[in-house]
């Protein structure tokens, strides 16, 4: 079984910073993409970044140039380094990782976090 663990959230005041992180332990050969959502009170899930296993990176347009997506392999670990924030940012933030979890077959299973809640008010 593997379990994904964020971390990092909290209460911001606009214009500050939040570094957000996801540990994944468990059972793991390998992880392939991570990725980082959100969803904020009444409305649907949004994808907000990606990153690949050899490091090319994707945004959602709401948060580039604000936002980083980061990973440290070693560590399994994805991090979300956020700057800039809003109050439209606010919402809780779950991470995903395709995870490989057996030597013996090649397949992945896109594994999800329960999330960390992010407050971004005056």
């Not at 214009?15 to 009444?42: E, F, H, K």
């Not at 490091?55 to 980083?68: E, L, M, P, Q």
């Not at 440290?72 to 979300?80: C, G, I, Q």
């Not at 809003?86 to 976090?113: F, L, M, N, Q």
Request: glycine content about 10%; some cysteine; aromatic content about 10%.
């Amino acid at each position: 079984q593997v379990q994904l663990v964020e971390s990092g959230g909290g209460l911001v005041q606009p214009g500050g910073s939040l570094r957000l992180s996801c540990a994944a332990s468990g059972r793991i050969v390998s992880i392939n993409d991570m990725d980082w959502y959100r969803q904020a009170p009444g409305k649907q899930r949004e994808w907000v970044a990606a990153i690949t296993s050899d490091g090319r990176t994707n945004y959602a347009d709401s948060v580039k140039g604000r936002f980083t997506i980061s990973r440290d392999n070693a560590k399994n670990t994805v991090y979300l380094q956020m700057n800039s924030l809003k109050p439209e940012d606010t919402a809780v933030y779950c991470c995903s990782a395709d995870v490989r979890p057996y030597y013996h077959t090649y397949a992945y299973t896109k594994t999800w976090g329960q999330g960390t809640q992010v407050t971004v008010s005056s």
